[in-house]
C-alpha cells in the first residue's frame, strides 16, 4: 500500500522552529518529486516548497523564502521541511504529496499523485 505519513507537527511560540518529515511506504521516493502544501481555516491550499527526485532543484514560496528549507533523504526514504522563524500566519494542517514528474519543479496540486492525511502546526504565544 502506497502511503505518505507526514509528523513533526505541532504547537510552537513565534520565531520558533519545527522540522516536519514526510515518510513514504511501500514506494521509493527517488523517483518522485515531493512538495509540501498547507491550508489554513478557510483558507485555500497553498503550495509551500518542492524539491525533484534528485534533490537538484527546490522551490519555496515567498511566504516562506528564507524562512522554510525543504530536503531529502532518499537512503532514509523522507523528505524535511525544516522551519524557522515561524510566524502566527504559518498555522495550518501541513501535507506532503508525492508526484510521478520527478524532474518538475512545481506546486501546482493536478501534477502530485499521492498525498498524506497531514500533520497541524500551531504557531501562537
Known amino acids: 500500500q502506497l502511503q505518505l505519513v507526514e509528523s513533526g507537527g505541532g504547537l510552537v511560540q513565534p520565531g520558533g522552529s519545527l522540522r516536519l518529515s514526510c515518510a513514504a511506504s511501500?514506494?521509493?521516493?527517488?523517483?518522485?518529486?515531493i512538495g509540501w502544501f498547507r491550508q489554513a481555516p478557510g483558507k485555500e491550499r497553498e503550495g509551500v516548497s518542492c524539491?525533484?527526485?534528485?534533490?537538484?532543484?527546490?522551490y519555496y514560496a515567498d511566504s516562506v523564502k528564507g524562512r522554510f528549507t525543504i530536503s531529502r533523504d532518499n537512503a532514509k526514504n523522507t523528505v524535511y521541511l525544516q522551519m524557522n522563524s515561524l510566524k502566527p500566519e504559518d498555522t495550518a494542517v501541513y501535507y506532503c504529496?508525492?508526484?510521478?514528474?520527478?524532474?518538475?519543479?512545481?506546486?501546482?496540486?493536478?501534477?502530485?499523485?499521492?498525498w498524506g492525511k497531514g500533520t497541524q502546526v500551531t504557531v501562537s504565544s
Open positions: 504529496a508525492a508526484g510521478s514528474r520527478w524532474f518538475a519543479v512545481t506546486v501546482s496540486p493536478s501534477e502530485y499523485d499521492y
Open positions: 511501500g514506494f521509493t521516493l527517488n523517483y518522485f518529486g
Open positions: 524539491i525533484t527526485g534528485s534533490g537538484g532543484s527546490t
